[in-house]
Every structure is written in structure tokens, then in C-alpha cells.
């Protein structure tokens, strides 16, 4: 499957920002990722067909993923960003990836 991430740029400390990633096909898992400079890329969240969600701690309270299956769309919700979460944001769904969007975090 084909993803194509969307909606980066950039943002102020404290702001929001809600990414999109379109997929070729309907999948059934997708998550969010992201990788900062010099990091390894880490998860974020993961939404299933059923809508069911899950966010690792560092976002739980802060970020929201859903998703619009006649869109073939899944959109991760952002708020309160930190400068320390400035990334290349990926979905991944089938093991296939898109190229991301960045997120550079600063005033």
C-alpha cells in the first residue's frame, strides 16, 4: 500500500498541528511514528479498523489519532507540542511506509 503524509510545518512551542496520511487501499492497523534528528524512529500511536487507539505515555494525554475510512485517511491530532518533538512524522500501515512530513517545533 501507498501512504502519503501531509500537514507538517511549522509550529510554535505549545501549539497544534493535525497530520493526515492517506493510503492507496484500505488497511486495517496504522500507526504514527516519528524520528528526530540523530534518534531512532519511535511510535506514537495506532488506530485499528474497529477505531480502536492506543498511544505510548509520552502523548497519550496530548494527541489523538483517527481515522475516515471513506477517505482512506487516518489524521493524528497534535496539541501542546514541545521543541523536543520536532521529527519527521511517518504512518506506517502493512509494513509499507510513507515518506513523511516534518515537524520542526520553535519559536
Known amino acids: 500500500v501507498q501512504l502519503v503524509e501531509s500537514g507538517g510545518g511549522l509550529v510554535q512551542p505549545g501549539g497544534s498541528l493535525r497530520l493526515s496520511c492517506v493510503a492507496s487501499?484500505?488497511?486495517?492497523?496504522v500507526g504514527w511514528y516519528r524520528q528526530a534528528p540523530g534518534k531512532q524512529r519511535e511510535l506514537i500511536a495506532t488506530?485499528?479498523?474497529?477505531?480502536?487507539?492506543a498511544y505510548v505515555d509520552s502523548g497519550k494525554d496530548r494527541f489523538a489519532i483517527s481515522r475516515d475510512d471513506a477517505k482512506r485517511t487516518v489524521f493524528i491530532q497534535m496539541n501542546s507540542l514541545k521543541p523536543k518533538e520536532t521529527a519527521v512524522y511517518y504512518c506506517e500501515a502493512v509494513h509499507d511506509w510513507g515518506k513523511g512530513t516534518k515537524v520542526p517545533v520553535s519559536s
Open positions: 487501499g484500505s488497511v486495517f492497523f
Open positions: 488506530i485499528n479498523s474497529f477505531h480502536r487507539t
